[in-house]
């Protein structure tokens, strides 16, 4: 058994505002290891830009979850799925997931989201200058890192902010790996029983919102089905706001601890974009979004990964 073999994952992280120590070190001595799963398997660990462009961009290497080889990060997660279970976007390959990312991909154009700039501006001034007018010290996540998200996703999908709660509590549920698998599930099945009921409102008068003018777009087609768009809606609130927050409130976080790095930002606001990268980088926050199978024989970074195989692309 080599030094890499000896890493289980997730690997455990000494500072919960940090990456784990492991990653830097797999980085540097063994960028493509060998790792056991909590379910007993095995998968191999990306860890270096090039490699990762490849597991994530390479027809060889399938984002099917509900393949019965699929690396699992959570103990017992497949035998907790349910064989009705809708695709999600992020589970497809193609050809399959050509078409249902093309459907929504206008939605997210540079030029509609430019156009949503003034209101999520406003957004957040409104939320910083209640933090700022509120008790001190205050809460960055209550104040600023939750509300933003979940204001702006709300806003795009048309779904109404007042439920906000409700979705926050389960989403919570969903993306916490520590979650039991029984308890996960029935997190989304809410989400999910929630979205179709919002969409099966929106089809009887299509409002002018991401989900209004899906069903008029696919309906158009002759492509549209409740249970697809639900889905789709479902990936899109729990990935617009929980992920978000976490990162708002990390980086905030980092670079109170690297003030330097703060200065160079201030100092030219310009290198903000770059910042912004380098944050989802250096966190790693979706380990279990970016798992893949290997379908076929592939050599990636000098190391022979075989079909049916797992691969963790870090971030």
Known sequence: ??????????????????????????????????????????AWV???????????????FSADRQHPDFPQ??????????????????????????????????????????????RIQEIVDGQIDALLAGPNPGDLVE?????????????MLGVPYADHEFFQEHTVKVVKQSTPPEERWAAMGAIQGYMADLVAEKEKNPPDDLLGRQIVKLRADGTYRRTALAGMGVL???????????????STMAFLRNPEQLAMIKADPGNTLNAVEEMLRYFTIIDVATARLCVEDIEVGGQLIRAGEGALALG
């Not at 799925?81 to 992020?90: A, S, T, Y």
């Open 143 to 155: 104040a600023l890192s939750l509300p933003v998200p979940s204001l702006v996703i709300c806003e």
């Open 236 to 250: 899109l609130l729990v990935a617009g706001h929980e992920t978000t927050a976490n990162m708002i409130s990390l």
């Open 1 to 42: 058994m080599t030094t890499a073999e000896k890493h289980e994952f997730p690997m455990a992280r000494t500072c919960p505002f940090a990456p784990p120590p492991a990653y830097e070190e797999i980085r540097e001595e063994e960028p493509v290891s060998r790792v056991r799963l909590p379910d007993g398997g095995w």
């Open 46 to 60: 990306v860890s270096r830009h090039e490699d990762v462009r490849t597991v994530l961009n390479d027809r060889r």
């Open 73 to 118: 990060l959570v103990k017992g997660e497949a035998a907790s799925r349910r064989p009705d279970e809708e695709r999600l976007l992020i589970a497809m390959d193609a050809p399959e997931h050509g078409p249902a990312r093309k459907a929504v991909l206008g939605e997210f154009t540079v030029r509609r989201l430019e156009a949503l700039r003034p």
